[in-house]
């Protein structure tokens, strides 16, 4: 049984993670920690996950590496210094980190790098995302990564990402490739968050045990 540590318990995504976790036979939750908790607790965990802001992520983060313990890691919003030290510290501990560590977007990453490599330089790349009113990050991690993937993939930079602010989307992302003939649209909407739950869930059993190094959910899921 996994040992499982869940930061930022109280919130939308650690509350999800608590109660799926719970219901998981694989997992035994041994520490739920709060803003003012101490990350100690981690001790006595195998694994963390962690959605909570940026700063708090990385406290725990250097908490894990100095503790020998994995980390999951699903924040959103990190700045380039804080993805480096991320990196930095996964040369010590096993780091699962993933701007979306929903299944189905990471699908989605696959089949655009597919696309990106097939049309090359021919077609023309826009990237439009939809999220909730609230969400600080714009764009979002996931469009971020996509752009990524695409430039990667056919050496194309995506120079125009659409993101909407609105309501209460959870996650709309579209990838549109065009030419003068034709046109394709990739496109993965969320439902509920408990997508992103269950692929952290997921990340969380394959990270136990691994050797140090950052992991993706690409890696999680063999699609890369």
């Known amino acids: 049984m ?9 919130g939308k995504m650690g509350q999800r993670i608590t109660a799926l976790a719970a219901e998981d036979k694989e997992f035994n939750i041994t520490a739920k920690i709060e803003m003012n908790d ?8 195998d694994v963390l996950i962690e959605f909570t802001s940026p700063e708090a992520t990385i406290e ?10 994995s980390i999951v890691i699903g924040t959103t919003g990190l700045s380039e210094a804080q993805l480096s030290e991320i990196k930095l510290t996964a040369k010590a501990v096993p780091v699962v980190y993933s701007p979306n560590m929903s299944v189905g977007v ?5 089949l655009v790098r597919s696309a990106a ?10 990237i439009v995302e939809a999220h ?5 990050d714009s764009p979002s991690g996931t469009a971020k990564r996509l752009a990524q993937i695409i430039k990667e993939s056919s050496g194309r930079e995506v120079k125009n990402i659409n993101a909407i602010r609105e309501g209460e ?6 990838v549109i490739f065009e030419s003068s003939v034709d046109k394709i649209e990739l496109f993965h909407t969320a439902k509920t968050r408990d997508i992103f ?3 952290a869930l997921r990340a969380a059993k394959f990270i136990v045990g691994k050797k140090p190094g950052l992991y993706s959910m690409e890696d999680v899921l063999g699609i890369k």
């Open 169 to 174: 989307i959870i996650g709309d992302h579209r």
């Open 2 to 10: 996994i040992k499982l540590a869940i930061s930022g318990y109280q």
């Open 197 to 199: 739950v269950l692929g």
């Open 38 to 45: 101490s990350i100690e607790a981690v001790k006595a965990a």
């Open 132 to 136: 909730h009113a609230h969400k600080k």
């Open 117 to 126: 490599k097939k049309l090359g330089l021919d077609y023309e790349v826009n």
């Open 60 to 69: 725990h983060l250097r908490a894990c590496a100095k503790l020998s313990k």
């Open 106 to 110: 990471n699908c989605l990453f696959g």
